[in-house]
């Protein structure tokens, strides 16, 4: 089970992460957003995080902001956290081929208890992986955690992120999950001390927590 530390942006903190070794580190590039980068020296991403998927987060964001970010930070990972269409993700799909040689796309959906499963259906052959979150006008970050019951009704063989208000309490629930399209867990909000800066040590503890848990399950 891959782990993906989202919503990062101070770069102190941004190195005591890189120490743990997630495998994706998020950056959101939206700016409505309480974690919105606006500032950050790239080259200590590219310097720093050679060995971690960094991922950048964006909303209903023009192609050419989005390529440019790429350039601009190294972005190994794309997550779409808005109402992107299938053909918005197929043409940036074609453009990120060409030029960057293919980059991870993420198809985020926003989950409630009338969330229409058949949706993520359309997505199926532009992008590699799909994340849920909870639904919320702001695009997640809510510390909110929805109803995984619901996901009984995702029958595509789409490997997905879990996302929404996972918590240090939540993550034995999270190892008992018997799903093998469950490819990683998003770990955001209930790990900050303060938007964007995150509790090193708890984030230290979920990391083991699932790695133990892997190797259990690998074994």
Same mark, same amino acid.
């Given at each position: 089970?891959?782990? +993906?530390?989202? !919503?990062?942006?101070?770069?102190?903190?941004?190195?005591?992460?890189?120490?743990?070794?997630?495998?994706?580190?998020?950056?959101?590039?939206?700016?409505?957003?309480?974690?919105?980068? /606006?500032?950050?020296?790239?080259?200590?991403?590219?310097?720093?995080?050679?060995?971690? /998927?960094? *991922?950048?987060?964006?909303?209903?964001?023009?192609?050419?902001?989005?390529?440019?970010?790429?350039?601009?930070?190294?972005?190994?990972?794309?997550? #779409?956290?808005?109402?992107?269409?299938? =053909?918005?993700?197929?043409?940036?799909?074609e453009e990120l081929k060409k030029?960057?040689?293919?980059i991870e796309l993420i198809k985020?959906?926003?989950?409630?208890?009338?969330?229409?499963? *058949?949706?993520?259906?359309? %997505?199926?052959?532009?992008?590699? %992986?799909?994340?849920?979150?909870?639904? *919320?006008?702001?695009?997640?970050?809510?510390?909110? +955690?929805?109803?995984?019951?619901?996901?009984?009704?995702?029958?595509?063989?789409?490997?997905?992120?879990?996302?929404?208000?996972? !918590?240090?309490?939540?993550?034995? =629930?999270?190892?008992?999950?018997?799903?093998?399209?469950?490819?990683?867990?998003?770990?955001?909000?209930?790990?900050?001390?303060?938007?964007?800066?995150?509790?090193?040590?708890? $984030?230290s503890q979920a990391i083991n *927590? #699932?790695?133990?848990?892997? +190797?259990?399950? $690998?074994?």
């Open positions: 089970m891959k782990i +993906k530390v989202c !919503g990062m942006r101070e770069e102190t903190n941004i190195r005591a992460l890189a120490e743990l070794k997630p495998d994706y580190l998020g950056l959101i590039f939206y700016p409505q957003s309480k974690r919105y980068v /606006n500032h950050l020296d790239a080259s200590l991403l590219k310097d720093l995080l050679v060995d971690i /998927n960094i *991922t950048g987060v964006f909303v209903d964001e023009e192609l050419t902001i989005v390529l440019q970010k790429v350039n601009q930070y190294g972005l190994k990972a794309i997550q #779409l956290h808005g109402s992107e269409t299938p =053909e918005y993700c197929q043409l940036l799909r030029a960057f040689n293919g985020a959906f926003g989950i409630n208890e009338s969330f229409d499963f *058949t949706v993520p259906e359309l %997505y199926m052959a532009e992008v590699d %992986y799909f994340l849920f979150d909870t639904k *919320t006008p702001a695009h997640g970050g809510s510390g909110v +955690k929805f109803n995984w019951s619901t996901l009984k009704n995702y029958h595509l063989d789409k490997p997905y992120f879990l996302s929404g208000g996972i !918590g240090l309490e939540d993550l034995g =629930e999270v190892t008992t999950i018997n799903d093998q399209r469950l490819y990683a867990v998003d770990l955001n909000s209930r790990f900050e001390t303060s938007p964007a800066v995150k509790d090193i040590q708890h $984030i *927590t #699932l790695r133990e848990a892997s +190797k259990f399950k $690998i074994n």
